[in-house]
T-cell receptor, first 115, second 113 residues
Framework: GENVEQHPSTLSVQEGDSAVIKCTYS??????FPWYKQELGKRPQLIID?????GEKKDQRIAVTLNKTAKHFSLHITETQPEDSAVYFC??????????????FGTGTRLTIIP | DTEVTQTPKHLVMGMTNKKSLKCEQH?????MYWYKQKAKKPPELMFV???????INESVPSRFSPECPNSSLLNLHLHALQPEDSALYLC????????????FGSGTRLTVV
C-alpha cells in the first residue's frame, strides 16, 4: 500500500516569510495529491491539490509542486499570515475507476506563524 | 448545498452501549468515507462506500459497522466499543464528475467511558 512521509513535523515562520512543507510517497501509481489544512478542533479542509499530469499549481499565496520521478511533492505558502497557523496534511492516492479516493495521509506539519 | 453534515457533534457512550453516527451529503457525490482521527495524528481510513460497494480497512474491528441506506447517507454503527476507540470520527464524500477532492464533515467527537 501507499506510504506518505511528511517533513518537518513542526515549523515556525516569521509573518510575511515563506513556508515549505515536503512529502514523499512510495507508490508510483498514485496520481492525485491533495493538501489539507486543519485548525484546532475543526475538520480538515482542502486547500490545494495536484494531479500527476501537472508539475506545479498555484492559487494566490499557495503553490504545490510535484516531482513524479523522485516521488515527492511540496506545499509552498508565501507572505504568511497569522491565520495560516494550523496543522497541514499532505496525502496521496490512486483515483480508481469509480472515482473513489482512498487517501493515505502524511503525519502532519504544525505550522506556527510568529507575528 | 456544499456540505457534509454529521450528527451528533459529540457523543459519550459506555462500553456496553449501541449507538450510531450519521452522515449526509447532497452534492451528488458517489463515494462516501469514514475516517478516524486520534489527537495529533492524521486521519485513518476505516470504510469507503463507492457506487454501492463497500471497501473495508482490514484493521478496523468488527465493533464498527457501516451502513449506506442510499447514495446520500452513510451511517456508522457502534457496539461494545473500547476506551481506545475514543477519537474524532470524520465522514467525507468525493467524486462529482470532473471533480476530485474530499469534502469533510465537521466530525463527531466520541468518548467511550
Amino acid at each position: 500500500g501507499e506510504n506518505v512521509e511528511q517533513h518537518p513535523s513542526t515549523l515556525s515562520v516569521q509573518e510575511g516569510d515563506s513556508a515549505v512543507i515536503k512529502c514523499t510517497y512510495s507508490d508510483s501509481a498514485s496520481n492525485y495529491f491533495p493538501w489539507y489544512k486543519q485548525e484546532l478542533g475543526k475538520r480538515p479542509q482542502l486547500i490545494i491539490d495536484i494531479r500527476s499530469n501537472v508539475g506545479e499549481k498555484k492559487d494566490q499565496r499557495i503553490a504545490v509542486t510535484l516531482n513524479k520521478t523522485a516521488k515527492h511533492f511540496s506545499l509552498h505558502i508565501t507572505e504568511t499570515q497569522p491565520e495560516d497557523s494550523a496543522v497541514y496534511f499532505c496525502a496521496a492516492t490512486l483515483v480508481g475507476d469509480f472515482g473513489n479516493e482512498k487517501l493515505t495521509f502524511g503525519t502532519g506539519t504544525r505550522l506556527t506563524i510568529i507575528p | 448545498d456544499t456540505e457534509v453534515t454529521q450528527t451528533p457533534k459529540h457523543l459519550v457512550m459506555g462500553m456496553t452501549n449501541k449507538k450510531s453516527l450519521k452522515c449526509e451529503q447532497h452534492m451528488g457525490h458517489r463515494a462516501m468515507y469514514w475516517y478516524k482521527q486520534k489527537a495529533k495524528k492524521p486521519p485513518e481510513l476505516m470504510f469507503v462506500y463507492s457506487y454501492e460497494k463497500l471497501s473495508i480497512n482490514e484493521s478496523v474491528p468488527s465493533r464498527f459497522s457501516p451502513e449506506c441506506p442510499n447514495s446520500s447517507l452513510l451511517n456508522l454503527h457502534l457496539h461494545a466499543l473500547q476506551p481506545e476507540d475514543s477519537a474524532l470520527y470524520l465522514c467525507a464524500s468525493s467524486y462529482r464528475t470532473g471533480d476530485y477532492g474530499y469534502t469533510f464533515g465537521s466530525g463527531t467527537r466520541l468518548t467511550v467511558v
